[in-house]
T-cell receptor
Framework: AQKITQTQPGMFVQEKEAVTLDCTYD???????LFWYKQPSSGEMIFLIY??????QNATEGRYSLNFQKARKSANLVISASQLGDSAMYFC???????????FGPGTRLSVLP | EAQVTQNPRYLITVTGKKLTVTCSQN?????MSWYRQDPGLGLRQIYY???????DKGDVPEGYKVSRKEKRNFPLILESPSPNQTSLYFC???????????FGEGSWLTVV
């Protein structure tokens, strides 16, 4: 069965610094996708970045990049140059091509300090 | 505009009074899912559906029912709500094999 682990319930980072949010996953399917979502205090879920298991390069979207280490089954989110608006809950998720179901981790609450 | 629409957005109800939270998507997505979010527990899946008339239990299906009679709609039914079902509920949809999943705005449900 699929499983997502996010071991950091909460993180603090100073404004303008980079931060890494950890995510490890477990699946027996060789083909899968990995996702990160942001949930600000207003509650909506905002898609940030996607990485396919066969993608050769790490995904990047603006200040977001995904540090994908397939052998370690990790998909860490890196946010560069943190901004106050980055303070939010962050969820890692996975979908495998066999089950096609989306599974989410418990989330990490990021607080950016001025 | 591509969207997932949930209703109601906010509801306070009493124990035992049946309620339905509707979910509709206009993107012709095959996959739809319901999650509940509780502090410290993240998003837990209640039910999901891969297509019309195909539904499966997620991690926390007890106390909930769903149906998928049409592709666009995936209602969540609480036959006899209890206070432990007080939560924030999200509906989501995706193309089969898609590289993103679209969320509704969430439904805050309080059962007293």
């Amino acid at each position: 069965a699929q499983k997502i682990t996010q071991t950091q319930p909460g993180m603090f980072v100073q404004e303008k610094e980079a931060v890494t949010l950890d995510c490890t996953y477990d699946t027996s399917d060789p083909s899968y996708g990995l996702f990160w979502y942001k949930q600000p205090s207003s509650g909506e879920m905002i898609f940030l970045i996607y990485q396919g298991s066969y993608d050769q390069q790490n995904a990047t979207e603006g200040r977001y990049s995904l540090n994908f280490q397939k052998a370690r089954k990790s998909a860490n989110l890196v946010i560069s140059a943190s901004q106050l608006g980055d303070s939010a809950m962050y969820f890692c998720a996975m979908r495998d091509d066999y089950g096609q179901n989306f599974v989410f981790g418990p989330g990490t609450r990021l607080s950016v300090l001025p | 505009e591509a969207q997932v629409t949930q209703n109601p957005r906010y509801l306070i109800t009493v124990t035992g009074k049946k309620l339905t939270v509707t979910c509709s998507q206009n993107m012709n997505h095959e996959y739809m899912s319901w999650y509940r979010q509780d502090p410290g527990l993240g998003l837990r899946q209640i039910y999901y559906s891969m297509n019309v008339e195909v539904t499966d239990k997620g991690d926390v299906p007890e106390g909930y029912k769903v149906s998928r009679k049409e592709k666009r709609n995936f209602p969540l039914i609480l036959e006899s709500p209890s206070p432990n079902q007080t939560s924030l509920y999200f509906c989501a949809s995706s193309l089969k094999g898609g590289n993103t999943i679209y969320f509704g705005e969430g439904s805050w449900l309080t059962v007293v």
